[in-house]
């Protein structure tokens, strides 16, 4: 599981040297963008942007715009972000993710229906009356029931 971008992407995006930041900050803003984009997009999903052997562009562009603004927030805002054009990039990043994770906005070159799976237990009947035993009694219609579904 390889991360959705790369430090040289997002240095390259906020056109900084590798001098300029830490290491261990770009490090793990890029570990903050990749879980925040796994914590949006489906298993699915996942498993097919994970077998290939780079990131679709659009993915990779979201990465680092997410991971920039982790970057920008570390180095200049501290505790109190204030807003500037990376939280913007930011907020359409993730509204961008979450477009794609709804099925409303495609990836290039990926077909995976991210709405197919369905819950097992739609249209679930209960078996048994699970109120007190007193209450109990036989569905004279249960078998056709069965039978229709």
């Known amino acids: 599981m390889a991360s959705f971008c790369e430090s040289n992407d997002v240095l390259i995006n906020l056109n900084m040297a590798d001098r300029e930041v830490p290491i ?11 879980a925040e984009i796994r914590a949006v997009f489906s298993s699915d999903l996942l498993a097919v942007l994970d077998a290939l052997e780079t990131a679709p562009d659009i993915v990779k562009s979201l990465a680092e715009d ?5 970057v920008m927030r570390g180095l200049y805002s501290g505790k109190s972000p204030s807003n500037n054009e990376w ?5 359409e990043a993730k509204d961008t993710l979450e477009k794609i994770a709804e099925g409303t ?42 039978d229709d579904d």
Do not use: H, M
């Not at 261990?24 to 990749?34: E, T």
């Not at 939280?87 to 907020?91: E, P």
């Not at 229906?113 to 219609?141: C, G, H, L, M, P």
């Open 87 to 91: 939280i913007d990039r930011y907020k």
């Open 66 to 70: 997410i991971a920039s603004y982790y």
């Open 24 to 34: 261990a900050l770009l490090a793990k803003a890029i570990i903050k963008a990749d």
């Open 105 to 146: 906005f495609q990836i290039e070159g990926i077909a995976c229906d991210v709405n197919s799976i369905q819950s097992s237990t739609k249209d679930y009947k209960r078996t048994f009356d699970e109120r007190d035993e007193t209450n109990w009694s036989i569905d004279a219609n249960k078998l056709g029931e069965l």
